[in-house]
């Protein structure tokens, strides 16, 4: 079993930065493809980004390129996501996402584990 708790969200003015974390329990996190997704009020989940457990490929979405960055510390079991240039868009509860095995299921949004969110509010 693989518990994940995200941290960092909050409430950020438009253009600013915010950077998420999202600690990982489990002996085996080093070897997890781990991801973000967010869910803004009245629409469905979408994926953020992805990080496979080597670190050597990630994935964005097209919103977020150029904005948003992705990276592990597999020695701290934690993933981040750096955001700058934040518009009122990227309101949201932001979910972290680990997968033992498949790169893929973060990416698609089946990945085995969740987070329970964390809310980032961009004000105008």
């Known amino acids: 079993q693989v518990q994940l708790v995200e941290s960092g969200g909050g409430l950020v003015q438009a253009g600013g930065s915010l950077r998420l974390s999202c600690a990982a329990s489990?002996?085996?996190?080093?070897?997890?493809?781990m991801g973000w997704f967010r869910q803004a009020p009245g629409k469905e989940r979408e994926f953020v980004a992805a990080?496979?457990?080597?670190?050597?490929?990630?994935t964005y979405a097209d919103s977020v390129k150029g904005r948003f960055t992705i990276s592990r510390a597999n020695a701290k079991n934690t993933i981040y996501l750096q955001m700058n240039s934040l518009n009122t868009e990227n309101t949201a509860v932001y979910y972290c996402?680990?997968?033992?095995?498949?790169?893929?299921?973060?990416?698609?949004?089946?990945?085995?584990?969740w987070g329970q969110g964390t809310q980032v509010t961009v004000s105008s």
């Open positions: 996402a680990a997968d033992p095995l498949v790169y893929s299921k973060v990416v698609t949004g089946t990945p085995g584990y």
């Open positions: 489990g002996r085996t996190f080093s070897s997890y493809a």
């Open positions: 990080i496979s457990w080597r670190a050597d490929i990630t």
